[in-house]
């Protein structure tokens, strides 16, 4: 059973994209959108190809997490790319994916999003939205990525999993107002076919640019915690494949992969 607010008639009216969502799939409940459409990669599936669910079972977030889905109040979407690039250009996509969830939050809402490295969009402060970027490769090259892209969107604080009520919110708690998702999920997706087709024209200095403008992780301290190791410094800057740069104590600079770490903002 499909709710009226994600009909995807209405999605559909509001495309303006040359590619993502061009083929849509919403469906009432599915274990995890990201497996849905990586699955329709392995099988062939043209790129843009979007699933769109109003509850996932099995909801993933990064580093094993859980995402919690419930229905009637989330958008959970992926989408199928096929870009023709060495695997180590990848983390720019997630950017690109990034950027254009934090601009249809505001355009839907009105609310100020940040994005704070590498995945998630925040409001007020506080995680809005994530983004689960899965890659297939060849060799060293990209066979297709599954962006995946979670929104709190109509959720009240009792619709968030306990254990991030602190650190979470939704668009209509941060706005104080509910808003269609099937149009927040035609802007995303014409946002991203915006950033994404900037991303395979090579324009990688426009997403940074853009990146570094809405951060909410640069200029702060932050403390990095990888497999074996924790350490604290200062996020200075975007390297030119989206890692973050960030300088130590002793003054010398770093990479950070989002592939091996997770990065704790000090509030
Ligand atoms: C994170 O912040 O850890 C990323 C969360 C990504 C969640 C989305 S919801 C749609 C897609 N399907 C999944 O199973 N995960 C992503």
């Not at 995807?8 to 509001?14: T, W, Y």
């Not at 402060?125 to 994530?130: D, L």
Request: aromatic share 4%; proline share 4%; glycine share 8%.
């Amino acid at each position: 059973m499909i709710p009226a607010d994600l009909a995807p008639a209405i999605i559909q009216a509001r495309l303006r994209s040359r590619v993502i969502a061009r083929s849509l799939e919403v469906v009432g409940e599915v274990a995890s959108t990201n497996d849905a459409v990586m699955a329709a990669g392995r099988t062939g599936a043209a790129e843009g190809l979007a699933v769109l669910a109003d509850r996932q079972t099995a909801g993933r977030g990064r580093l094993g997490r859980r995402w919690a889905s419930p229905a009637g109040v989330g958008l959970y979407t992926s989408i199928l790319l096929r870009p023709a690039l060495p695997a180590s250009d990848a983390p720019l996509v997630t950017l690109a994916a990034a950027l254009a969830v934090a601009e249809a939050i505001q355009e839907a809402s009105g609310l100020i999003a940040q994005l704070k490295w590498p995945n998630d969009v925040l409001v007020d402060g506080r995680k809005v939205a994530g983004i689960l970027t899965e890659m297939a490769s060849v060799e060293a090259w990209v066979s297709h990525i599954v962006v995946g892209i979670g929104i709190n969107v109509n959720h009240g604080p009792a619709d968030l999993p306990e254990e991030v009520r602190e650190v979470a919110t939704s668009i209509r708690v941060a706005a104080g107002r509910s808003i269609p998702r099937g149009d927040l999920a035609a802007a995303v997706y014409n946002g991203l076919d915006r950033w994404y087709q900037v991303f395979c024209e090579h324009r990688s200095e426009a997403i940074l640019e853009r990146a570094r403008q809405i951060s909410a992780t640069l200029g702060r301290p932050v403390e990095v915690v990888a497999a074996e190791e924790r350490w604290e410094g200062l996020a200075v800057d975007l390297d030119a494949d989206g890692a973050l740069l960030v300088q130590e104590a002793t003054g010398a600079f770093r990479r950070v992969l989002a592939s091996d770490v997770s990065i704790r903002t000090s509030q």
